[in-house]
DNA sequence: ACTTAAACGAGACGGTACGTCTTGTCTTGCC
DNA sequence: GGCAAGACAAGACGTACCGTCTCGTTTAAGT
């Protein structure tokens, strides 16, 4: 995942590869993404500069690979369905708000984040790989939740996933008060509220 | 804003501080934030190197200050209450999407953001300074509504007002989709609809 | 000439061979011998590198084998022996003047001298194959001069002709002053001078 | 000696200059002039790369440089006339013949004729830095042998000087054979009969 | 003609050094 | 005596080549 570059890429060597994300990894825990440096890279993975730049285009691209390497087989896959959409949306952001509070991804999360709002590509690659799957996970359970009745038929469900994550991310991000389970619990609720198919609208 | 290191404040050249704020401002937009470089800053204000490093901490915080100065008098007070809650929300909410999306704001606030997530002494400032106006206009609106009855009791509007823009944070920041006008009137339906009062969720 | 490796040379590829040689005749007169590169000499001559590295121990070599082969028939077989030595000597002083001067010839030899400087074995070969010609012949001039009582009985030919030679290359090598043929005609009426029987020593 | 670029000369760390000198002299007798690199002088010196690129155009200068403070105060001044030229002479070219050789001066000197070849800059200052002097002593030893009727009237000094050394530098450069004492005095014994008065060459 | 082992082109690899750039500190000399 | 100017040590940048090492693919001997 990342490589857009020219080389024949059946002749690369897998050794080299792995050792590269092993040491990306390692190295953005111990210096954070700022200090880490493609020469650090290069001598802790026993690998040439140019072996890194030939099939990344940047720092960013390296951390990047590391990183969903790294969380590699954990694909959200699918959200459980009790039938109750409340529960079922405070046990993701929960388990959302773990993860974002987990050192192991913290970092790395963060740098990525940052890295993507001077680079549009990354942050395109960012999205697609790590973020998109549990977007849509949420989505998919939003649609069950759409048929069942218990979400209003006329709501844009991707807008819908967006009022419901988009207050963690806010809180992570901008560190305006501690991302807790509380709030994930509050968010869940609120957006709940939110989308239930209105009773009456008792606005005009 | 932003000084918290030693050096006696009051010999303070005022011209050269107000130099840099400019220097930097010009170029931030020149180059972008990730190419600009101290010494840059420096040679186009006509200044010692040293002067920008005795009064600022990073390259981070002379670019707050910048921005701070820049967007200096237009702190957003407070929101019109015209009665129609959602009808103001659609209002801030456009506002903010159209400032998000102006090149004059949005490099440089991508930029600190960015460098938010590695310095959180940064961040805090960001935040406080740039933020956190904003935020506590919309909790003022909510307040009133929540007293005009248009908002239930029990709800804690610092999560309220999360829930209102971290929808729009979340589509800026991570680019999952295009961030429009639309998008914000969206939003803040659903807002409205989750704080509303009602009758309590028919779940239990 | 030149290779004392290991590989067959009877399976050796002829059309890579000349290739690798006018590359590199041709290169080292485009970007000089100091920028010249195997990658370059490889790529322009369509081969691949480890085919320069199987057959030659250097960059030195390489240019060695091409300039001989460029300067190839021209073996400079004898001096003609008109009878009157001084102008004989006069003639292939002008001549070696003039080779000096040729930018054809002058940029690969001031390489392979260099060159010299730090690789005996390149040294070597060098003279043997490219100054040794030359110098054989001038000795057999003076050998024939000696025969005929123009040269005293007593004198070293192999130190004469370094007399001879030896202030053109000094001159040459160290750009002390232009190398011109009015310099050629002093150093041969003078080192004539020096060899010619001595009628008396003055010194005593 | 060296620098002839831009920066304010007056502001240059005498101490890193001389470190810098003296890295390169150890180095340069370490390694070898090809191996020396200016990271490695840099480092041995405890200095900033840039310093040393900052105030000289190529590793040849640096070189030269060192090389220069090295022999630095052993001007050859005059050579000694004890009225015997030929004896001086010997003296003179035994004394060089012994500087070639020695390892100390063997190796930069190599070095910086093989740099000159390709590097016409080089080659001028270390000519006059270098070379000149010992050239200049011969010249002004051989004016005064002209003087005392020694040396033929007409005789063109400068080229005499060459006619002289040239043969040493000739078998030191290209190594044709053993640069020895007994060849040095050979050479000696020849110029000085081509630099004789006596009977113009009987030859017309 | 068939086999087989080499030499071949291509180019990825681990490295070294390049010359440049930027950082944050230190120094000099002018005003 | 405060400040601009800028030299300094440090070290990462991204590039260029080095010489070695696979890879398939010719190619030429020796069957």
């Known amino acids: 995942m990342g490589e857009v570059k020219t080389p024949e890429p059946s002749r690369r060597s897998e050794r080299s590869h792995q050792a590269i994300l092993t040491a990306a990894v390692e190295l953005v825990g111990e210096v954070g993404y700022a200090r880490l ?42 959200l ?19 993860e974002l509070t987990d050192p192991r991804f913290e970092l790395p999360s963060r740098a990525l984040t940052a890295e993507s709002q001077s680079d549009p590509a990354l942050s395109q690659q960012f999205v697609e790989a790590v973020l998109r799957p549990h977007l849509t996970a949420i989505q998919e359970r939003l ?21 419901i994550v988009g207050p963690l991310f806010h809180r992570w991000l901008l560190r305006t008060a501690p991302l807790t389970k509380a709030y994930a619990d509050t968010v869940a609720e609120l957006a709940v509220a939110a989308l239930r198919p209105a009773s009456r609208k008792p606005r005009g």
Chains 1, 2, 3, 4 share one sequence.
């Open 37 to 78: 440096t493609i020469e650090a890279i290069a001598a802790r993975a026993g690998v040439g500069k140019q072996t890194i730049y030939r099939w990344w285009p940047s720092k960013g691209a390296v951390v990047l690979d590391a990183f969903v390497s790294l969380s590699g087989g954990n694909e959200p896959a699918a």
């Open 143 to 163: 649609r069950a939740a759409q048929r069942a009745g218990q979400v209003a038929k006329g709501v844009d469900l991707s807008v819908a996933v967006e009022l």
């Open 80 to 98: 459980p369905d009790t039938g109750d959409l409340e529960a079922d949306l405070k046990m993701v952001l929960r388990a959302t708000v773990e």
